[in-house]
């Protein structure tokens, strides 16, 4: 996932990689590094406030910009993997 790309997806805002996000339990955290469950209390959250452009909610895996093309990629290195293993 090294070339996943997230932002925004209202305002395009690009994630800096601080930890912005609070969960409910007052944990604090980067919700990126961990696709939105709370490492402390092991909450999933479904949706992910923009913290620094618009302040708007959305759902947390429309931020995840061409996941049709990482999807596509890693079938293909499974499907790799499988007839090398044949």
Do not use: R
């Amino acid at each position: 996932m090294d070339d996943l790309k997230i932002s925004c997806p209202k305002c395009e805002w690009v994630p800096d990689g601080y930890p912005y996000w609070q969960c409910d339990c007052g944990y604090v955290w980067n919700t990126f590094d961990t696709a939105a469950k709370c490492p402390s209390c092991k909450k999933q959250h479904v949706y992910t406030q923009c913290p620094v452009g618009c302040h708007q909610m959305s759902p947390h895996i429309d931020w995840y910009k061409d996941l049709d093309e990482w999807l596509e990629e890693i079938i293909a290195q499974i499907n790799e993997i499988v007839e090398v293993e044949k």
